[in-house]
């Protein structure tokens, strides 16, 4: 059976990313921290775009709507693992609120152009802003489930880090979970919340696709970690310790 073009696009850019990452922190120390950031926001502004693309995500015993952005957040999950990892909570909310800020100015640069009079040779305005113009609850559930869920990431792995300093994917994978499970509920109650469909359905199928590509993607995570060993300039105590051997 042939793997599907999704999974291999999926393993190349999950790859090209984390070795960049890495090989950023760990030669170029000073602009480390801007680097991961940077990944991180790409990640979140492209699961932002892609979410109004619904797909049927096929685990094989069985099939769940959700939206195609399910194959991008969980990186974004790790991202802030790996900014998280290196230099510590505080700067990882700084990262966080750097994300939203950039979220914040995605929408309104999206407003701002779709008030523009399209062209009449463009055969697409209506696909077009049928994509890019999202509703105000949309919008407002889609902040208020990053700030809550990715700050619930940040104090959770923070938090096994410290109690379990050679647990590398225990906290990778929890605070993970944690944060793509929390996100899934509160943004199908908010989004939808008046649209008068099921909701659990819907906030089934974005747990268990988010999920289980945010298990999946836990070995990168454990790669990034292997390749910076004891280096990283904002790792303060993790700077001084000889690097970690356990891993789960």
Known sequence: MPIPPVWIYWVISLTIATYA?????????????????????????????????LIEFDIGIATFVAPASVFIYPFVAQAIDMINEVYGRAMTRVAIGIALLSQILLIVLIAMTNTLTPAPIF???????????????????????????????????????????????????????????????????????????????????????KSIIGVLDTPWFVWYKRYLGAAGPGAGEEGRRPPETGVI
């Open 123 to 209: 055969a697409f305005e209506m696909a077009w802003q049928s994509i890019f113009t999202q509703g105000l609850w949309i919008i407002l559930a889609s902040w208020v489930a990053f700030l809550v869920c990715q700050n619930l990431d940040c104090y959770v792995f923070d938090r096994l880090k410290r109690a379990y300093p050679d647990r590398i994917v225990l906290r990778s994978a929890v605070s993970d979970v944690a944060d793509l499970t929390l996100d899934s509920v509160i943004f199908v109650s908010i989004a939808f919340f008046s649209a008068g469909i099921p909701l659990l359905p819907l906030i089934i199928g974005q747990v268990v696709s």
């Open 21 to 53: 990452g890495a090989a950023v922190v760990r030669r170029f120390p000073g602009y480390g921290f801007a680097t991961l950031t940077g990944l991180y926001i790409i990640y979140l502004g492209a699961s932002q775009i892609i979410a109004a693309r």
